[in-house]
């Protein structure tokens, strides 16, 4: 649930999206600020605010300055840039509807709170990190906390005098701030039952914990073309949404040299999605931190800074190919040659980890389900008091804005469950509560052009109700992923059921909030032989108010018209567009 970092002075929101296209960087003959190729010679506005001061240093100020002389005090380019690098956005002012997103200047639409993004990292809570998460939540966000599709937890309302507290607070648990915005290398996804479950190829942990130890506030990662996303997992479910990430880490085994890594480079969405790509080439233990690190220095030196809608590791990709990324790769940033290694098998399993699943020490995790992400600072408080009543070790977050409670002892599991569901923690959730995602939307993110959270948590509801006679007939969950505006925070593009927030036009000529309609997206699913982006409806689009009506439209005629075994994805691939209005 990234915001998309459009401009590090001015972001320019837009009304309505871009359909998928095929990512290629511009072929002008211009300098594409390569700096590598071109030098390190500012070629925009954003990049001059990035040269003129590294992002790193703005928490001094912050602590020092801004913090003691409140909002006024901020310099513009820390506010609107290099306040990213340690987390911070402004939020946007309350009562601005979503019409007039793209027609307000960025001042007139942002608040003088701040939206703090903490970033997990894929660790492990324990009871004490989940009370001082909850307490900051309470004490200084009106207790507002979500869990993002990048396993952070994201706070609201937060005032800038009161962020050096938070800050210390974070320090008491080992949690940070550092990098989890900006044009950065951003918070990791790792297996939420990394080093736990039982069917586990590798263990990412100590990966990750190297990777952060040595790289992240390191200042010369600090200045990326834009910003950079990690994933790592050695789970064969594929749970951390590998082909959507700018380099990835997935657990394989060669079959000489054992357990490793599969490399993958290139994914992300937005506006002009693309899967990520398989190099090939097979990483030890001992050789991903480097080669983490050989990834996003080529992205620093080599990636196109010229047009910051084209500065995402994607189009160099689409530039270069993957022979010639490898061959830099190993070449240029490793001094020698990886090993090519097997692809990943197809997933064993959901990767959002709901349900009671078997541990390899004889103990249970539990995955659960908040409504599209939302926990607070009181559920944060009483889940860490569940934690400790049952025997279990603390939480992790996952890449599908659920939780997992780690290490619940046999005896104390239905205790946990139970515990769980009067926390509003749904561990047998149905089909759709499952699935579903929504990015902040237009309660507080400035490009926003509609409410998402608000709308899905609502139209879930309703569908229970709506579905009831037809859940038990849903051999597997369907994905309904709800963004307010055209860049793909939510990952519309891979679910079931994506749906993007314009303002759209009703027959009777009247202008409403609503959503373009994506369908059959996946990634990483056991069901699946291959991910795929969803099929844009183009002409087609639904209201808001229209849209627990919609989808139940279009789920009733799955169910009548699926072949024996057939998928939603599949289904609506070769479906007719009448089908699915």
Not at 144 to 169: M, S
């Amino acid at each position: 649930m990234d915001s998309p970092d459009t401009d590090l002075r001015t972001p320019a929101p837009s009304a309505a999206g871009a359909a998928p296209a095929r990512v290629r960087p511009s072929r002008s003959g211009k300098p594409q600020g390569q700096w590598k190729v071109d030098g390190p010679t500012p070629l925009n506005s954003n990049e001059e605010v990035k040269a003129a001061g590294n992002g790193l240093d703005v928490r001094r100020r912050i602590e020092e300055t801004y913090a003691r002389e409140g909002f006024d005090s901020i310099d513009g380019d820390d506010l609107h840039g290099r306040f990213r690098w340690w987390g911070l956005y402004t939020q946007r002012k309350p009562g601005i509807d979503g019409g007039r997103t793209a027609q307000l200047e960025p001042h007139e639409l942002e608040d003088r709170y701040f939206m703090l993004r903490v970033r997990s990292d894929g660790a492990l809570l324990p009871p004490r990190a989940l009370r001082v998460l909850g307490s900051i939540a309470t004490d200084f966000a009106r207790g507002t906390a979500d869990i993002t599709d990048r396993q952070n937890v994201q706070y609201h309302w937060i005032g800038i005098e009161d962020v050096p507290e938070i800050w210390r607070r974070l320090d008491t648990v080992g949690l940070e701030t550092t990098t989890a915005c900006g044009d950065t290398p951003r918070g990791f996804l790792g297996s939420p039952v990394a080093g736990i479950a039982a069917d586990e190829i590798i263990d990412p942990t100590p990966v990750i914990a190297e990777i952060k130890r040595r790289f992240i506030g390191d200042p010369e990662l600090a200045n990326l073309p834009r910003k950079f996303k990690t994933a790592i997992t050695g789970h064969p479910s594929l749970d951390v949404a590998h082909e959507i990430n700018d380099v990835s880490l997935v657990g394989v085994v060669h079959p000489e040299l054992g357990p490793g890594y599969d490399l993958w480079v290139g994914g992300a969405l937005s506006t002009t999605p693309r899967l990520a790509e398989r190099l090939g080439a097979f990483v030890t233990e001992e050789q991903a931190a480097d080669v983490w690190h050989g990834v996003i220095r080529i992205f620093r030196d080599y990636g196109f800074r010229r047009l910051r809608n084209k500065a995402r590791l994607k189009f160099l990709l689409a530039d270069w190919g993957n022979e010639r990324f490898r061959e830099v790769l190993e070449t240029e940033y490793l001094g020698y040659a990886l090993a090519d290694g097997p692809a990943p098998a197809p997933a064993t399993g959901p990767g959002d980890h709901v349900g009671v699943h078997p541990q390899k020490d004889g103990r249970s995790y539990i995955g659960a389900a908040p409504t599209v992400g939302r926990i607070g600072g009181d559920l944060l408080t009483r889940l860490a008091d569940l934690v400790e009543e049952v025997g279990a070790e603390g939480v992790r977050l996952t890449a599908f804005q659920k939780l997992v409670v780690l290490g619940v002892p046999a005896e104390r599991v239905e205790d946990a469950v139970a515990g769980l569901e009067g926390l509003g923690l749904r561990t047998r959730p149905g089909a759709l509560r499952r699935s579903s995602m929504a990015c902040t939307g237009l309660e507080f993110c400035k490009l926003a052009i509609v409410d998402t959270k608000d709308t899905a948590e609502r139209t879930i509801d309703e569908l229970e109700t709506r579905l009831a006679d037809v859940e038990d007939q849903l051999e597997a969950p369907i994905s309904m992923h709800v963004n307010g505006c055209p860049n793909s925070c939510a990952r519309i593009q891979t679910a079931d059921i994506g749906l993007k927030g314009q303002i759209i036009t009703t027959d009777a000529g009247e202008q409403v909030p609503g959503f373009q309609v994506h369908l059959g997206g996946s990634l990483g699913r056991h069901d699946l032989e291959v991910p795929q982006l969803g099929r844009t409806l183009r002409q087609h689009k639904v209201a808001a108010t229209e849209l627990g009506e919609y989808v139940e439209r279009v789920v009733r005629r799955y169910v009548a018209g699926r072949d024996s075994g057939e998928t939603f994805a599949a289904w609506t691939h070769r479906a007719e567009d009448e089908e699915l209005r």
